[in-house]
C-alpha cells in the first residue's frame, strides 16, 4: 500500500511539518524515517548521573522565537525565563572577562560614523566585510568574530552577513544603519527561556501527541519522485517531504559540560565569548546553572564549554580555560564530552538559505514544508 506522505528526518523540523500536517489534515497517513535510535536530531537533553545538561540548544531570545513559541503552546508545554542576571554577557579580552559595553568608550567616535555611512551595494557579503565596512576591523575582530564563533563555530571572513544576521543586514537596508536599528527595538524584548524539564520534552511531547508512524534506524540513501530508498527497503509514497540537514558546508564541536559543587561563580551572566585573537581552543562558555538556575540541584553550578573540534583533549581544554579566565580551580564533580560532529550548517555568502538555523527557523521551515503540499 502507498503511504500518503513520507517525512525524512525526526529532527525538530520533521516533527514540526508532521505536526502541521496533522493540523491540516487528522487522517493524513504520514510516515516518517529517521536514521538514529531516537528523534530529536541536534536536541538533546541529558540527566546523565542526575545532572541536567543540553547537548545541542537551550536558549531561545522570545522576541525572536514566534513560532517555537507558537508550537510551545499548542502542546502545551511550560516555559522556564531566564534569571535577570542572564542579560550581562562578557567578551574574553587579553585574557579577562570584560562587559562589552565596557569597550564603548573608545568605540564611541566609530558607532557615530556608523549613523551616516551608506548602505551597502552588494547583495551579499561576509560578516567580516560588513563590520569593517559599517564599523571598524578592530570592532569586526572583537565583537563580531567572537559572535559568529559562538553561534556558527564559523569564519566571519566566509560567512554571509545576510544569511547569518539577517536582522543586522535589514537595518541597513531599510534604517540605513545598524545603530538605529538597535535604538528602534522595544524597550523589553521578553527576555530568555527555555522549557521546563529541557528541551527533549518538545520532541517528547510531539511525538507523544503526533499518532504517526516512525521508523528509526531507518537512513535514507535515496530520494525519488514517489519512493525512497531507505534502511533498505523501497518505501512508496504519494509526497516526500525531507528534512534532512541542509546541503551545506557543516562545522563540528565538542561540547563539554561541567558541574562544580557550590556556587563557584564570582561573575554571574550568560557566559563568555572568546575571540580568535586570544588563541583559545575554546569558543565560549555558557553559565548554564546562572541562566536557568531551577534546572538543576541547588548548590551546583553547570557550565557548558564548546571546544573547537579540532582539539584532542576537550576536557583538559576545557578546565584549563575555566581555571585562567574564571579561577575556578577546584575538579569538577561531574563532567561529559559530546562530539557534535558536522552540527552547524555554515551558510557562507550568497548562500539562499533564508530562514536560518535557529529552532525557531526550523519550526518555520517545517510548516512551510506541511503547507506546500496545500
Ligand atoms: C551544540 C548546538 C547548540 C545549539 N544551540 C542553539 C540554541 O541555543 N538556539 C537555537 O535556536 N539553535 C541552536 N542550535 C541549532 C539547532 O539546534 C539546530 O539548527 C536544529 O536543532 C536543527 O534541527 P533539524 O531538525 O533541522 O536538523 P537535525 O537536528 O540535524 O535533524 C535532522 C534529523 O535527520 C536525521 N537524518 C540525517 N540524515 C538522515 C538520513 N540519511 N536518513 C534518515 N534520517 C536522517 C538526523 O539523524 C536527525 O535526527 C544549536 C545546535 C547545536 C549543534
Known sequence: ????????????????????????????????????????????????GGFFFEKGPRTFQASRSPHLLALIQELPLEIVPSDPQAAKRYILYKGVLRSPVSFLPQWIPVLIRELFIAKGQKEDE??????????????????????TLGIYAGDMRTLSIRSCFPTLYQWEQQKGSILRGLFSLPKKTGGLFTLKGG???????????LHIDIVLNCPVEHIGQNEVYAGGKRWAAQKILSALPPALPSRSIWVVNLAFEGDVLSRKGFGYLVPSQEK???????????IFPEQGAKNQTRLTVMVRAEEAEPLAA??????????????PIYSSCFFAKQAIPQMEVGCQYPDGISVDACVLRGYKLATSLN
Open 280 to 290: 583559545e581552543s575554546i569558543l565560549g562558555v555558557v553559565f548554564d546553572s546562572a
Open 126 to 147: 561576509s560578516i567580516y566585510d560588513f563590520a569593517v565596512r559599517r564599523f571598524s576591523r578592530r570592532m569586526a575582530e572583537l565583537f563580531f568574530d567572537p559572535l
Open 1 to 48: 500500500m502507498t503511504t500518503q506522505i513520507l517525512i525524512l528526518g525526526g529532527g525538530i523540523t520533521g516533527l514540526s511539518a508532521a505536526w502541521f500536517l496533522k493540523k491540516q489534515n487528522p487522517y493524513a497517513q504520514i510516515v516518517l524515517l529517521e536514521k538514529e535510535s531516537r528523534l530529536g536530531g541536534w536536541i538533546r537533553t541529558s540527566q546523565d
Open 199 to 209: 528541551m527533549e520534552s518538545l520532541i517528547v511531547a510531539l511525538e507523544r501527541q
Open 318 to 331: 576545557a578546565l584549563s580555560a575555566l581555571r585562567r579566565h574564571l579561577n575556578l580551580v577546584y575538579p
